[in-house]
């Protein structure tokens, strides 16, 4: 054969096995998420527990705050926020704790795929959750308070919002399980770290809801972007040390 | 463990001459601001305990690292005098503040970026510590800490920035008419010096403190040691 | 002629601020020693057990 030819086929050769070891890397995402949502579409556990608890604490802010009907939007937005940090904080504790008492995890560690894909496969399926209970949080909040919440520009932030909350705090809730004090650390060593990213989406939140102009909300979208690829990044690389064996 | 060696004392000779120059500089040296009166004097060592609690944070983050990617217990033993260190130093940040604060904004806490960040800085390393005491096995402890060093480091920058966003797009009027007031005056080349040099002896005691904690650290082992062996006996 | 006012009378804050400063980080200082001499103490005791025992041992 050729050299040209050899050379060839050894480039394609070696690109099939990037692609295959692609495809195994994304396949083991896959399977993790998936095994994660059938987990909770057996017993809605997690997902029926953030609904609830999101409930409860709207109505909390309602009389805490004495809220109006038609509420001032830089309200909407702080409750709205602080409403899914609460809940997102309960998902996480409950995805890890389950995982803990199943004993699943092991299994998972015993495959021949780099610890990230774990990393991935657990983000996602806690961003998924969020995203679930904001889905229908937003239309009833909107509903309580006589505000439309399902806008395009909200939802970008909400999307941005939970996905850097989901990143930093899969991380940070596979440490807290480790410890003894387990459920009450998370919330302490997430709340500060993931506050940027609370205020960004606050403000986003806001400037979408008042109909700011866009040159107003861009910065803040901007932090946002900047927090999500920095701490998936970060959690990405960290998560094979923090990982139980 | 070895009697004190040279090089520490020297370093805590220096540090304790250093600390009674700046005393100097900034009690008798440095002029009285015109507008602030005598408290603006507290603003140096503020400013230099501000300036010891971000370095800590710094040096955290990087024994997180080489401990994660070299390992070495040591690394873990910096970390946690750094953290001890820190934690002491951005209280001192934080309640010298709030005291400078009082007579010039007639409050005792102001919402800007500095203090804020100063705070959430404290809520970590608090956590972090919080963290660290609710595992057993050492080399989890080290790994996590580590990890939560790294990734609290990463966040306060981002926090100053979110808060600093936040208040010039809405200024808080808090006390004074002046949105942008944030303790602003004007140095005099005297003021810079006393100021810079108040950086200066800090970072000195800084070192110093991390070197003693250190030592403490491996006192601290043997004794363990110890223990072990009277029981194991 | 205009009044000069002068600065504000703020020693008392600038006490307060100093005698604070001064105040946590003689507690942290006071804190090493103390934390120093108690280990230092139970090395000796430590030592001197140990050589106990393991005479005793022999």
């Given at each position: 054969?050729?050299?040209?030819?050899?050379?060839?086929?050894?480039?394609t050769?070696?690109?099939g096995?990037l692609?295959?070891?692609?495809?195994?890397?994304?396949?083991?995402?896959?399977?993790?998420?998936?095994?994660?949502?059938?987990?909770?579409?057996?017993?809605?556990?997690?997902?029926?527990?953030?609904?609830v608890?999101?409930?409860?604490?709207?109505?909390?802010?309602?009389?805490?705050?004495?809220?109006?009907?038609?509420?001032?939007?830089?309200?909407?937005?702080?409750?709205?926020?602080?409403?899914?940090?609460?809940?997102?904080t309960?998902?996480?504790?409950?995805?890890?704790?389950?995982?803990?008492?199943?004993?699943?995890?092991d299994?998972?560690?015993?495959?021949?795929?780099?610890?990230?894909?774990?990393?991935?496969?657990?983000?996602?399926?806690?961003?998924?959750?969020?995203?679930?209970?904001?889905?229908?949080?937003?239309p009833?909040?909107g509903?309580?308070?006589?505000?439309?919440?399902?806008?395009?520009?909200?939802?970008?932030?909400?999307?941005?919002?939970?996905?850097?909350?989901?990143?930093?705090?899969?991380?940070?809730?596979?440490?807290?399980i480790?410890?003894?004090?387990?459920?009450?650390?998370?919330?302490?060593?997430?709340?500060?770290?993931?506050?940027?990213?609370?205020?960004?989406?606050?403000?986003?939140?806001?400037?979408?809801?008042?109909?700011?102009?866009?040159?107003?909300?861009?910065?803040?979208?901007?932090?946002?972007?900047a927090f999500?690829?920095?701490?998936?990044a970060?959690?990405?690389?960290?998560?094979?040390?923090v990982?139980?064996? | 463990?070895?009697?004190?060696?040279?090089?520490?004392?020297?370093?805590?000779?220096?540090?304790?001459?250093?600390?009674?120059?700046?005393?100097?500089?900034?009690?008798?040296?440095?002029?009285?601001?015109?507008?602030?009166?005598?408290?603006q004097?507290?603003?140096?060592?503020?400013?230099?305990?501000g300036?010891?609690g971000?370095l800590?944070?710094?040096?955290v983050a990087i024994?997180?690292?080489?401990?994660?990617?070299?390992?070495?217990?040591?690394?873990?033993h910096?970390a946690?005098?750094?953290?001890?260190?820190?934690?002491?130093?951005?209280?001192?940040?934080?309640?010298?503040?709030?005291?400078?604060?009082?007579?010039?904004?007639?409050?005792?806490?102001?919402?800007?970026?500095?203090?804020?960040?100063a705070?959430?800085?404290?809520?970590?390393?608090?956590?972090?510590?919080?963290?660290?005491?609710?595992?057993?096995?050492?080399?989890?402890?080290?790994?996590?800490?580590?990890?939560?060093?790294?990734?609290?480091f990463?966040s306060?920058?981002?926090?100053?920035?979110?808060?600093?966003?936040?208040?010039?797009?809405?200024?808080?009027?808090?006390?004074s008419?002046?949105p942008?007031?944030?303790?602003?005056?004007?140095?005099?080349p005297?003021?810079?010096?006393?100021?810079l040099?108040?950086l200066?002896?800090?970072?000195?005691?800084?070192?110093?403190?991390?070197?003693?904690?250190?030592?403490?650290?491996?006192l601290?082992?043997?004794?363990?040691?110890?223990?072990?062996?009277?029981?194991s006996? | 002629?205009?009044?000069?006012?002068?600065?504000?009378?703020?020693?008392?804050?600038?006490?307060?601020?100093?005698?604070?400063?001064?105040?946590?980080?003689?507690?942290?200082?006071?804190?090493?020693?103390?934390?120093?001499?108690?280990?230092?103490?139970d090395?000796?005791?430590?030592?001197?057990?140990?050589?106990?025992?393991?005479?005793?041992?022999?």
């Amino acid at each position: 054969m050729s050299e040209a030819a050899e050379r060839t086929d050894r480039t394609t050769a070696a690109s099939g096995q990037l692609a295959s070891g692609w495809r195994q890397y994304l396949r083991a995402i896959a399977a993790l998420v998936r095994k994660d949502i059938a987990a909770e579409v057996r017993s809605w556990e997690l997902v029926g527990a953030m609904l609830v608890f999101s409930l409860l604490v709207i109505l909390l802010f309602n009389f805490a705050l004495e809220l109006q009907v038609q509420l001032r939007s830089e309200i909407t937005s702080g409750v709205l926020w602080v409403t899914l940090t609460f809940a997102g904080t309960l998902g996480l504790n409950r995805a890890m704790a389950s995982e803990r008492e199943r004993n699943s995890l092991d299994g998972l560690l015993l495959t021949p795929v780099d610890r990230s894909a774990l990393y991935f496969g657990k983000t996602l399926a806690n961003w998924l959750f969020m995203l679930l209970v904001a889905a229908i949080v937003l239309p009833l909040f909107g509903l309580l308070y006589s505000t439309n919440l399902v806008s395009p520009g909200l939802l970008l932030v909400v999307l941005m919002g939970t996905a850097g909350y989901a990143a930093v705090g899969t991380l940070l809730a596979t440490m807290a399980i480790q410890t003894r004090t387990r459920d009450i650390l998370l919330p302490i060593l997430l709340f500060p770290v993931v506050l940027p990213a609370l205020i960004a989406a606050v403000k986003a939140s806001d400037g979408y809801l008042q109909g700011l102009p866009p040159d107003a909300i861009r910065p803040w979208l901007n932090l946002l972007v900047a927090f999500d690829v920095i701490f998936v990044a970060v959690a990405m690389m960290l998560y094979d040390s923090v990982v139980q064996e | 463990m070895k009697p004190m060696p040279a090089g520490l004392r020297v370093l805590t000779g220096l540090t304790v001459v250093l600390f009674g120059l700046a005393l100097y500089m900034v009690f008798v040296y440095a002029p009285r601001e015109v507008v602030m009166g005598e408290v603006q004097r507290v603003f140096y060592f503020h400013v230099a305990a501000g300036w010891v609690g971000a370095l800590a944070f710094l040096v955290v983050a990087i024994a997180g690292i080489i401990y994660l990617t070299r390992g070495g217990r040591r690394w873990d033993h910096v970390a946690v005098a750094s953290v001890e260190i820190g934690v002491v130093f951005t209280l001192i940040n934080i309640a010298s503040g709030s005291i400078w604060a009082r007579p010039i904004w007639n409050t005792w806490w102001t919402w800007d970026p500095r203090l804020v960040t100063a705070t959430v800085m404290e809520l970590v390393y608090i956590a972090y510590l919080m963290l660290r005491q609710g595992i057993e096995d050492p080399d989890r402890r080290a790994k996590l800490g580590a990890v939560y060093g790294i990734v609290g480091f990463i966040s306060v920058p981002m926090t100053f920035l979110s808060i600093r966003l936040l208040r010039t797009i809405h200024p808080v009027v808090i006390g004074s008419g002046d949105p942008t007031a944030e303790g602003a005056f004007d140095m005099t080349p005297r003021m810079l010096q006393a100021f810079l040099f108040s950086l200066l002896t800090f970072t000195f005691v800084y070192a110093s403190l991390l070197w003693h904690r250190l030592r403490l650290q491996s006192l601290a082992d043997r004794v363990e040691e110890l223990k072990l062996r009277v029981l194991s006996a | 002629m205009l009044l000069q006012e002068g600065p504000a009378d703020t020693l008392g804050y600038m006490l307060l601020g100093y005698g604070v400063i001064l105040g946590i980080m003689a507690v942290y200082l006071v804190n090493l020693l103390l934390r120093f001499r108690n280990l230092r103490q139970d090395r000796a005791l430590l030592e001197d057990l140990v050589d106990e025992t393991e005479q005793s041992a022999q």
